[in-house]
């Protein structure tokens, strides 16, 4: 027999009952085993090992967990006892593996010639090119050497510190797209503090957002998530049954506004308006705390011109809805306005109105002790860009950032950085930056690197290495100390722990138990106190009242993408965007009005013109943005940083101004088009129960929402009822907690080793989550809708499997504990199952996945990598759940409430799946749905399919209600 096995010769044998015997012959059979010759004491091979360690990915900076199996990361989960994440982690600290592994890393340092070509060095050679240059440009004068980075860590910091002393320089410059400047401005005029406050989503009853997208990038979503799933869970308030109220105001329908009640579609500029105008309102109408300690006068001549009318009249927002906020705000037990605009008034109208309402130090408050703000100021970042310019700096070292991406163009980085004689750029996968560098270096992923994060006072988050460097790469803290003829501490692994030495003494103790408790637990995390803070309004003006241009382009950070340093991950580009479900692509998202006005279509490329640049992007036509307003998200337009970001949309960087997130913007269809894809199937439900929502009225009055689902008689039963003699496995789905934020996709992705599989295959529809976030709109003749409707969708587990019977070998069958297994050996693909499966959650795979070393690093060795031409499903994590079966088995007991978690639920950071024995009344998952019976549903009923998943409604408060 060939080594090879058609597809056509397999299924003759299987006719002929001689497929069993064949398998074996598929495949060549010879294997190497390399046994450990000295056994590491610390591993035991196919047992993992789990070290705390922090995420990089975002300013947040969450505590992680990764799973190292034999020597490498196969997953990432939030650390429990990081009071940031508190166990969950989002779709971008799940990607941090595909950073890690990513195939595009620089392996080795790298010089370009004076013909700019590239050519490997050594690490010697390299180090020793950067001494002759450093000591040449120490020299020459004070400041000839600099460093640019992104903010990082205390200890890092310090190190940069000494090496800019070394080299007789002080020149450092912390520099991120996102640094809430305009927040920092903020709290100076009205608190004298440059630091970031705290805020308690979880402590108030009504909630404005005037822009700040807090579930998706604004600065600790996973936080946010959490605190606001329990804002949203019903409670007892005043003798009645309520939520928390929420609205959001801003020119996007974005996933933050889709879960509030209300959306107050506003031009980008107008929400500093309308927060002042709510203040007008609440003033007017003495919806003042008696205890605010706010100047009466001064805040009467701080809103003078900001009567509700007016502003309407400017914004087109009615005057009734500028009223019921500020009833709502003013009236309530707890209260929080936040803003996530480039305005400093608009921040400054939050705060007063946090302020105003009596509720620092409940919902918001500043800490004593807290960090300041480490990213420079939009001045000082011009003045150090300038300066490059000038000829004023010799030697450049880039680090952690990607200047020549994401700057300004006024900033003209790019000029400026061919200015300076010596680049040295230090990162992973070479990016705009990098192809402008004299030297590149490759830089330890922080995986792979000692480091520490203090995010907010009382929270110092250790990151240790958690696996060997996988590339030729350095910690960046050692490139620098190499460098120094006397340093202070050898390497950056001394400097963390010198700086944690000091922390060891405040914290008492002996040091050693110290560093070994805070290694295991993953950093120090203390009490926080609150700082008393006094509002000063003496000094603060109201800005001129905004008039809002006919045309805007307002660009937002990407959830997944952030700022660009997202979109070299796979599964970051091909997890569908929340809203409009679009993968691998940007998107100018325009009201059908404005399209009708400007003759754009749907797929229409559409060149955007601001006057500092032009962009070109497909148009999405929707109603999710105000009419006047292009949304086209930050994160694409990469030229360079690896396969999966070069080439891939459009960068809004290069048309906006410094800080700044819209603009006036000139629109005209090009006449060219692409297609923007999606997976996504219909935008409405067309009256079937999918996903299901119901006002907090109607929860309080105890009314089950009318049904538009033909009523089923029966049902009726043609077998016998499964009989389940251990376990039945289950779920409940909160829709209400879900954010739709991804995460669990993500984590499924890594988890079950699904392969992504590039734009042009998901256009095919073959994308290959195993879990989607679906995603549809409200239908016209629904009363009272929510905003949206937003849930995940997974195998449902039927006990009246659909897919079970078609199967012709018996690959989809029945497990003895409620599962729809899957049996890859067994399948041969005819898509029965899928064809016959009515919540569309089976994929077949169409082609054998391709993992670019090293990425086949990550995949997770308890999970079989399926070859083309199977089935691929959902079973609730098996492999989880057969590890605890055999912990169990092995010491003699039954298995625990809670000691399964699938991946999806433990990376939710809203907690919105809970996973159980459904033949255990007493387990969570459970308990779960008896407390909330009127909002339990099944998907599809009236096909008495039986699912082992129930889902909970949505809600949210009716429209029209203060």
Not at 725 to 730: A, D, I, S, V
Not at 762 to 783: A, K, L, Q, T
Not at 836 to 844: A, E, H, I, M, T
Request: overall charge negative; charged content about 20%.
């Amino acid at each position: 027999m060939s080594s090879e096995l058609s597809r056509r010769s397999f299924l003759k044998l299987a006719a002929s009952a001689g497929a069993a015997a064949a398998v074996p012959g598929c495949e060549p059979a010879a294997r190497k085993l390399v046994p450990y010759v000295v056994p590491d004491p610390n591993v035991t091979p196919g047992i993992p090992s789990f070290f705390a360690t922090t995420c990089n990915e975002c300013p947040a900076g969450c505590g992680l967990l990764a799973t190292v199996r034999e020597g490498r990361v196969t997953h990432l989960d939030g650390n429990p006892e990081d009071p940031i994440s508190q166990g969950s982690i989002c779709a971008r600290g799940q990607a941090a593996l595909q950073g890690l592994y990513n195939p595009d890393r620089l392996p080795h340092p790298m010089s370009r010639n004076a013909a700019g070509t590239l050519t490997r060095v050594s690490w010697d050679d390299a180090l020793k090119t950067v001494n002759a240059k450093l000591a040449a440009a120490s020299k020459a004068g004070k400041d000839r050497v600099a460093f640019l980075g992104g903010p990082d860590g205390p200890s890092l910091r310090n190190v940069i510190s000494a090496w800019t002393a070394a080299n007789n320089s002080s020149r450092v410059l912390y520099y991120s797209p996102f640094s809430n400047q305009a927040m920092r401005e903020a709290a100076e005029t009205l608190f004298g503090r440059s630091d970031l406050p705290i805020f308690r989503i979880d402590q108030a009853e009504v909630l404005i957002s005037f822009g700040a997208n807090f579930l998706e990038t604004w600065i600790s979503p996973v936080e946010f998530a959490r605190q606001y799933s329990e804002f949203r869970m019903p409670k007892e308030r005043r003798s009645t049954t309520t939520i928390g109220r929420a609205f959001y105001v801003g020119p996007r329908l974005s996933t933050t506004a889709a879960k509030c009640d209300e959306w107050i579609a506003a031009a980008p500029g107008a929400e500093t308006d309308l927060a002042f105008a709510i203040l007008a309102v609440m003033l007017k109408q003495r919806w003042i705390s008696q205890n605010s300690g706010v100047d009466l006068d001064a805040l009467g001549k701080l809103v003078a011109s900001y009567d509700a009318a007016a502003v309407s009249q400017r914004t087109g927002i009615p005057v009734d809805t500028i009223d019921r906020m500020a009833e709502a705000f003013g009236k309530a037990d707890g209260a929080l306005a936040i803003s996530g605009s480039d305005d400093p008034a608009s921040h400054l109208a939050a705060f007063v109105l946090n302020s105003a309402t009596g509720n620092f130090g409940k919902t918001v408050m500043f800490l004593q002790d807290a960090p300041q703000g480490r990213a420079n100021k939009a001045e000082t970042v011009k003045t150090f860009v300038d300066d490059m310019r000038d000829g004023k700096i010799d030697v450049l070292v880039v680090a952690g950032t990607n200047p020549v991406y994401s700057m300004p163009p006024e900033y003209r980085a790019a000029e400026a950085l061919q200015k300076v004689p010596f680049v040295i750029w230090a990162g992973g996968v070479p990016d705009e930056t990098a192809a402008m560098a004299n030297l590149l270096l490759p830089m330890h992923h922080p995986l792979e690197s000692w480091r520490d994060r203090n995010p907010r006072a009382g929270v110092w988050g250790l990151g240790q290495p958690v696996m060997q460097p996988v590339f030729e790469s350095r910690d960046l803290g050692d490139i620098l100390l190499s460098t120094i003829q006397k340093p202070k501490w050898a390497t950056s692994a001394d400097a963390v722990k010198a700086s944690w030495q000091d922390l060891g003494t405040k914290a008492g103790g002996s040091f050693d138990d110290f560093w070994v408790k805070a290694r295991r637990e993953g950093g120090l995390f203390q009490d926080q106190h609150v700082a008393d803070v006094k509002l000063n309004l003496a000094s603060v003006q109201a800005p001129a009242p905004h008039a809002a241009p006919e045309i805007s382009l307002y660009s937002y950070p990407h959830i997944f993408l952030y700022d660009g340093r997202g979109a070299d991950k796979p599964w970051l580009q091909e997890l569908p965007e929340p809203i409009t479900q679009i993968v691998w692509d940007d998107w100018a998202e325009i009201h059908p009005d404005t399209a009708r006005k400007l003759d754009i279509t749907d797929n229409a490329i559409v060149e955007l013109k601001t006057d500092f640049g032009v962009i070109q992007v497909p148009a999405l036509v929707q109603p999710t943005v105000t009419p006047g307003v292009i949304a086209v998200p930050f994160g694409q337009g990469h030229t360079a940083m690896g396969r999966y970001a070069a080439n891939v949309g459009a960068n809004p960087f290069t048309v906006l101004g410094a800080g700044r997130m819209s603009a006036l913007v000139t629109v005209r269809p090009t006449g060219d088009s692409r297609k923007l894809v999606t997976p996504l199937g219909k935008s409405e439900q067309l009256g079937r129960s999918i996903i299901e929502a119901m006002t907090i009225e109607q929860l309080a009055a105890g009314e089950v929402p009318e049904s538009h689902e033909p009523e089923v008689k029966g049902p009726y039963e043609f077998y016998p009822a499964w009989d389940y003699p251990k376990h039945k496995w289950g779920m409940t789905i909160d829709v209400n907690a879900c954010i739709g934020c991804s995460s669990c996709v993500a984590a499924c992705y890594a988890e079950n080793n699904v392969p992504f599989v590039g734009k042009q295959e998901v256009d095919d529809g073959r994308i290959m989550s195993w879990i989607r976030i679906e995603r549809f709109y409200p239908e016209e003749h629904e009363e009272n809708p929510p905003l949206m409707y937003l849930a995940p969708i997974l195998c449902q587990q039927c006990d009246h499997a659909p897919c079970e019977p078609v199967c012709p070998v018996f690959a989809s069958y029945h497990t003895e504990e409620g599962l729809n297994g899957q049996i890859y050996n067994r399948c041969v693909g005819t898509r029965y199952c899928e064809n016959n499966c009515p919540y569309k959650v089976r994929r077949f795979n169409w082609y054998l996945p391709e993992w670019p070393t090293p990425l086949n690093l990550q995949l997770n060795p308890d999970v079989a990598v399926r070859g083309a031409g199977v089935m691929e499903k959902c079973t609730f994590c098996i492999q989880r759940i057969q590890y605890a079966e055999l912990d169990a088995l092995q010491e003699k007991r039954a298995v625990r409430d809670g000691e399964i978690v699938p991946a999806c639920a433990q990376a939710c950071p809203a907690h919105a799946i809970t996973f159980g024995d459904i033949k255990d009344p007493a387990s969570a998952m459970m308990r779960r749905r008896d407390q909330n019976k009127l909002r339990n549903y099944q998907m599809l009923t009236e096909l008495n399919t039986q699912p082992a998943v129930v889902y909970l409604r949505d809600l949210h408060s009716a429209k029209g209600k203060a």
